[in-house]
């Protein structure tokens, strides 16, 4: 089993699963033609890794004026994900097997059902595909251009987090 990285319960700030290595989630599609496929993108995917660690800093505190069931937030998180085992590596060649780390803030509730979480995190050390769309990425690739070629957006820096219950 690959261990991944990322996400509500992890490294804020990625996507559930996508810290560390990763690749363009390939779609293929039959057409009317049984001979034929169409070739698209879904996003990304996680490649994942044989090591994994993870761990987060985070401080909560009560919300001023909202009452005692409201709360706020502030964290720092860090993991990587990688593979030490010559037989699995393969190239790095975004450097995703190294230490990556978020940080942010958000708000919870206490309900009677549990508390909900609402969080944001920043990506503090992407990697180049975490900057770039992963559908400009593959048309990228069909055409021989590099990753790099393909402009950034820092709205891919932001991660919004939902959590119902416990997180730690």
Known sequence: MLLTAG???SVRGWGEGLLGP???NLIFTPTGDADTLLLSSNGYAPAGGLQRVAGSLEL??????????WGAHVFLDGGRVWTTDEQ?????VYNEQRWFFGA??????QTLVGPIRFSAGWKLNPSPLDLRDPDAVFQALLL?????????????RLHLHLSLGHVF
């Not at 909560?60 to 069931?69: A, R």
């Not at 942010?104 to 509730?109: H, I, S």
């Open 88 to 92: 699995f590596t393969g190239d790095d």
């Open 22 to 24: 990763k690749f363009v």
């Open 60 to 69: 909560q505190t009560p919300f001023p004026g909202l009452g005692p069931s």
């Open 7 to 9: 996400g509500t319960a």
């Open 144 to 156: 021989g251009r590099p990753v790099t070629s393909v402009p950034t957006s820092w709205k891919h």
């Open 104 to 109: 942010g803030a958000g708000l919870q509730v």
